[in-house]
């Protein structure tokens, strides 16, 4: 029975914030009985949070839209009647506020970055995904989804204020003194109007940008524009009467009249946009279970190290890391104790690197780590102490506490080096010796070494 209230969302839309004691409506677009049965069955051990409901095509998952309310759509690029990107941006535009994740048969980081440039959320490949990570994928898309909403909602708002002139509007004649101020203006800065009229505009920006603020008047006051809309302005900072420093967004217009030049501002405080946008680029760089980088990032950052070293000839070394019998603790313990593994992985390395170091998960229990301006003996002893510190750490489980073991492999990279790929390979190579070998260990790349090893 309904309750009224809290009455279920309208048929075509979606529950972006989907109330905790309320299922997840799950949406399978998906023609291939294998693949839908697959899925159906990744999700199986949340069947007590989660609905699934199954349709073959587009013309079925829109009409079923239409009707049903939803919060997540997993749809197949592969269908009778729609093919390819075409698919996730006719099922964006129907209904845009609906989060979706793709199932693709391609693993490839250029089409899952137009992927989520045509609309989805999040993407997964077929036949390299559980259970819990497509359960987070769902989780993931639904969070995305809802601060994307949340920052359209915002910029609609800040739009409407601007139209009913609820902004911050203040006026301050040629010496830069403020001759007018709004209620907006004494809500944002937190001074009355009366206390403020009269003083120095100064008086509302950061005294260390003082100078630099002065200079841009005085450029604005002798060209020939008349007025800077917001997006044209560069972001500048306000100051409140408490000390409290913020981002803004300003318009500024000058007008001639007999006392002289008189300017007028509209000042509008973007600190909510920056959180949304901050959040949202954080969850587009990290890894969500152990909050490192993600394959994108990590290879972002290890090509401007891999520059770096063409350039200036510095030592850079990479380290593969891969927890020994991974599986082993997944089918032994649960998955929940296998996140716990890799979180516990991800703090002691990020306790035991440098600042300038960086790590990032590149899938399942691999890890890789760059470590700038480290030769080759440096890099030695950094791997042995994370090997040490990890076979030390223990992780939470049902029964008390568990350890774990990595293999470690080592390379410098090279000045021929073009991307980060071939010294990761290497390094990869030196890992694979140390699974060979017994695991727990460290390898460092040898042309000759490896070789043997590999061949043997």
């Known amino acids: ?227 800077r809309v917001m997006a044209a302005r560069r972001e500048v900072v306000g100051l409140t009467r408490d000390g409290r420093e913020f981002p803004a967004e300003v318009s500024i217009a000058k007008m001639h009249h007999a006392r002289g030049l008189l300017y007028t501002a509209v000042i509008r405080d973007v600190s909510e946009r920056k959180r949304v946008e901050t959040e949202l680029r954080r969850m587009a760089t990290t890894d969500p279970l152990t909050g490192l980088c993600n394959r994108r990032r990590f290879w972002e950052l290890a090509e401007v190290e891999i520059a770096r070293l063409r350039r200036y000839g510095r030592p850079v070394s990479v380290l593969m890391l891969d927890i020994d019998r991974f599986k082993s603790i997944n089918d032994s313990y649960g998955h929940a104790v296998g996140d716990q593994a890799l979180c516990r992985l991800a703090s002691v390395c990020m306790e035991e690197l440098r600042d300038t170091d960086h790590i990032g998960r590149l899938g399942g229990e691999e890890f890789a780590v760059i470590l700038p301006e480290t030769g080759l003996s440096a890099a030695r002893e950094v791997a042995e102490r994370l090997r040490e510190q990890l076979a030390a750490a223990d992780i939470p489980c049902p029964n008390g506490a568990l350890r774990m073991t990595v293999s470690i492999g080592i390379a410098v990279c090279s000045e021929d080096d073009m991307t980060i790929e071939r010294a990761l390979s290497r390094a990869d190579r030196a890992l694979y010796v140390a699974k060979s070998q017994g695991r727990n260990r460290v390898e460092v790349y040898d042309e000759i070494g490896a070789s043997a090893s590999l061949a043997g």
């Open 1 to 227: 029975m309904t309750n009224p209230a809290n009455p279920p969302p309208q048929p075509g839309s979606a529950a972006v914030n989907p109330a905790p004691d309320r299922l997840t409506a799950i949406l399978l677009v998906e023609d291939d009985d294998a693949d839908a049965t697959l899925v159906v069955r990744a999700l199986r051990p949340y069947a007590r949070r989660s609905t699934v409901t199954r349709v073959t095509s587009m013309r079925d998952a829109q009409a079923w839209l239409h009707r049903n309310a939803c919060d997540v759509v997993l749809l197949d690029l592969s269908l009778p009647d729609s093919f390819g990107l075409e698919t996730v941006s006719h099922l964006h535009a129907d209904v845009p506020s609906l989060p979706l994740v793709v199932l693709t048969g391609f693993d490839d980081e250029d089409f899952a970055l137009q992927i989520l440039e045509t609309g989805a959320q999040d993407y997964l490949v077929k036949g390299q995904t559980d259970g819990p990570l497509m359960w987070r994928a769902i989780q993931h898309a639904i969070a995305r989804k809802r601060l994307e909403e949340d920052l359209r909602l915002s910029e609609e708002r800040l739009q409407g204020i601007i139209g009913l002139a609820q902004d911050a509007i203040l006026t301050a004649d040629d010496t830069l003194t403020i001759t007018l101020f709004n209620q907006a203006a004494e809500r944002l800065f937190g001074y009355e109007a009366i206390d403020i009229v009269g003083r120095p505009l100064a008086l509302l920006i950061p005294e260390h940008l003082r100078a630099a603020h002065e200079a841009n008047v005085a450029e604005f006051r002798a060209g020939p524009v008349q007025s």
